[in-house]
């Protein structure tokens, strides 16, 4: 059980455009997802909070307007990034923690972004 | 806000050695803590996650403590394998644990066969 998939798991795209990630708890009702960036050879650093229903809370220093999150529904999350440019090439991961569940975060694939 | 250190940053041992990874965060009042393995390019496997109320887990080869106390946390792994050859991260959470994790850097680490 408990498991979570993202899709895609990797995309490259233009300067430019608008790039959608989803994020689906597969088994559970996940209230709360988080998202992640991992640029190359350094830690996972958490972007934002994403409660079903509300507005996702953002970290310091990530743009809301850039990194559109949407969490309509207990089982699906999506991370837009907007305009990407080559600085935003990461390693997205996404991670679902159940209702009532505040021990443990399940972790996604990831998917992986290159912008070029 | 919690921050999270490991010690080393990588490191590279023979094949059967026993080996400790070394964890520290700032927040004594830490939910719960998460060790995890990463593979180049992948994404993350959970290993081991100890409560607050715990002093250690154990899976396998590999055993994990934590002393808010001092802030520490250690991955203990026995006999280790080439196929243990992997980054590991250490994880802690806060806020009741309805925060996200903060993750430390990482230690990579190389088992020699």
């Known amino acids: 059980g408990a498991v979570v998939s993202q899709h895609p798991s990797r995309v490259i795209c233009k300067s430019g455009t608008s790039v959608k990630i989803e994020c689906r708890s597969l088994?559970?009702?996940?209230?709360?997802m988080f998202w992640y960036r991992q640029f190359p050879k350094q830690s996972l650093m958490l972007m934002a909070t994403?409660?079903?229903?509300?507005?996702?809370?953002?970290e310091q220093g990530v743009e809301k307007d850039k990194f559109l999150i949407n969490h309509a529904s207990l089982t699906l999350s999506t991370l837009t990034v907007t305009s990407a440019h080559p600085e935003d090439s990461s390693f997205y991961i996404c991670?679902?923690?159940?209702?009532?569940?505040?021990?443990?975060?399940?972790f996604g694939p990831g998917t992986r972004l290159t912008v070029l | 806000k919690q921050e999270v250190t490991q010690i080393p940053a990588a490191l590279s041992v023979p094949e059967g050695e026993n080996l400790v990874l070394n964890c520290s965060f700032t927040?004594?009042?830490?939910?719960?803590l998460q060790w995890f393995r990463q593979d180049p390019g992948k994404g993350l496997t959970s290993l081991l996650l100890?409560?607050?109320?715990?002093r250690e887990q154990t899976s396998g080869r590999l055993n994990a403590s934590l002393d808010k106390s001092s802030g520490r946390s250690t991955l203990y792994i026995a006999a280790s394998q080439p196929g243990d050859s992997a980054t590991y991260l250490c994880?802690?959470?806060?806020?009741?644990?309805?925060?996200?994790?903060?993750f430390g850097k990482g230690t990579h680490l190389i088992i020699q066969p």
């Open positions: 991670s679902a923690m159940g209702a009532g569940g505040r021990n443990t975060q399940y």
């Open positions: 088994d559970f009702q996940a209230t709360t």
């Open positions: 994403s409660n079903e229903g509300s507005k996702a809370t953002y």
């Open positions: 927040d004594s009042a830490i939910y719960n």
């Open positions: 100890i409560q607050s109320s715990q």
């Open positions: 994880a802690g959470s806060s806020g009741g644990g309805a925060d996200g994790l903060t």
